[in-house]
């Protein structure tokens, strides 16, 4: 049988450590938002993003909502932020009683996040924030910083907890690097 735990090099953050981040980012959102007299839309960007949703959104005392968003981002020009395509967005029309929370697996660039964040406030949000599960400083493209942080990385391809290679890897439960050997699988 395949294993896609044979392609691993190492472990980056464990199990016991997501439980402790999301167990952690709960709570803050609890406190920031507990006493919120709007709705509380947790709005996931598909699809690296839906492993983390799922633990953190059942860890949150505060009734939330949640939706879906699926985007692409594309390098290319320095300055923009706006070279991200949105391929699916907010099933609902009015967000203007939402606070919504954006919930990503890793920030790289910087550009799908910032990006959003404007595009939701634009679309008339009743307030936007941004929690991510990792986060690349050291690989900014874009001035920006997430309100909420799961755990700083270093530059390394991760795999694991939602986030894929080629599709792959997605359902690991823990956040790992790769051996070289994997990418040219
Ligand atoms: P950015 O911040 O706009 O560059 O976009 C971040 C997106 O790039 C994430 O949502 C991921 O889909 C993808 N990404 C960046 N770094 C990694 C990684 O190490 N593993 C898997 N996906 C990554
Ligand atoms: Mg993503």
Do not use: W
Not at 32 to 40: H, K, L
Not at 98 to 112: F, K, N, W, Y
């Amino acid at each position: 049988m395949k294993n896609e735990l044979d392609d691993v090099l190492k472990i980056l953050v464990s199990e016991e450590e997501l439980d402790g981040i999301t167990t952690r980012i709960a709570a803050q959102i609890d406190e920031d938002y507990g006493a919120s007299e709007y709705r509380v839309l947790l709005v996931a960007i598909l699809k690296g993003s839906v492993v983390f949703l799922g633990d953190l959104m059942r860890k949150i005392k505060t009734p939330i909502e949640i939706d879906f968003m699926k985007v692409s981002s594309y390098g290319g020009g320095t300055k923009s932020t706006g070279n991200v395509n949105i391929h699916l967005d907010l099933q609902r029309a009015d967000i203007a009683d939402c606070e919504i929370i954006l919930v990503e697996d890793i920030v790289d660039s910087g550009r799908t996040l910032s990006h959003l964040v404007e595009y939701l406030k634009l679309k008339g949000a009743r307030s936007v924030r941004t929690c991510t599960l990792l986060d690349k400083p050291s690989r900014r493209d874009v001035d920006f910083k997430a309100n909420y942080v799961g755990r700083e990385i270093p530059d390394e391809f991760v795999i694991g907890y939602g986030l894929d290679f080629d599709e792959k890897y997605r359902a690991l439960p823990f956040v790992g690097v790769l051996k070289p050997e994997a990418y040219e699988k």
